[in-house]
């Protein structure tokens, strides 16, 4: 199966670039998968996990949100998201106490900014918590 180039960057770091045979994600339209050679896009992506297939291989991620390219005529992909962690990197205690915390301040929230933040909150920790209880990179 063909592959494209993946690139992954935060405003914190940039994850070593990877081949990919496939790309699956949550953006604002619903779930996709790219495959190699997929025609130039741009889309939002959610809150979600981030599942990338290679070589046998298939590895999640914790993402934050952000922004997708993709060139065709480049076959490379480009992610550019406000965070993304391995699953090696998902401390679960961590997670476990940030979605209690994001509980807290949603039943406590008395404006709809509060409200929001909170429900951002606790779908990034409920989003580690699956991927780390669930998922393993094989």
Same mark, same amino acid.
């Given at each position: 199966?063909?592959?494209?180039?993946?690139? /992954?960057?935060?405003?914190? =770091?940039?994850?070593?670039?990877?081949? $990919?045979? !496939?790309?699956?994600?949550?953006t604002?339209?619903?779930?996709?998968? %790219? %495959? $190699?050679?997929?025609?130039?896009? /741009?889309?939002?992506?959610?809150?979600c996990?981030?599942?990338?297939?290679?070589?046998?291989?298939?590895?999640?991620?914790?993402t934050?949100?952000? $922004?997708?390219?993709?060139?065709?005529?480049k076959?490379?992909?480009?992610? %550019?998201?406000?965070s993304?962690?391995?699953?090696?990197?998902?401390?679960?205690?961590?997670?476990? @106490? !940030?979605?209690?915390? @994001?509980?807290?301040?949603?039943?406590?929230? =008395?404006?709809?900014?509060e409200?929001?933040? @909170?429900?951002?909150? %606790?779908?990034?920790? /409920?989003?580690?918590?699956?991927? =780390?209880?669930? =998922?393993?990179?094989?």
């Open positions: 199966m063909d592959t494209f180039k993946l690139e /992954i960057f935060t405003p914190d =770091k940039r994850l070593p670039d990877m081949d $990919a045979q !496939s790309l699956t994600l949550e604002s339209e619903g779930q996709m998968t %790219l %495959l $190699a050679h997929h025609i130039d896009l /741009i889309a939002n992506i959610e809150i996990p981030v599942v990338i297939k290679n070589n046998g291989h298939i590895y999640h991620y914790a934050s949100g952000g $922004a997708l390219y993709f060139m065709h005529d076959n490379v992909a480009r992610l %550019l998201v406000t993304v962690e391995s699953v090696e990197e998902i401390d679960l205690q961590r997670a476990i @106490a !940030s979605k209690t915390q @994001a509980e807290k301040l949603l039943q406590e929230a =008395k404006t709809v900014v409200t929001n933040n @909170a429900e951002i909150q %606790l779908k990034r920790a /409920i989003n580690r918590i699956n991927i =780390k209880s669930t =998922k393993k990179d094989v």
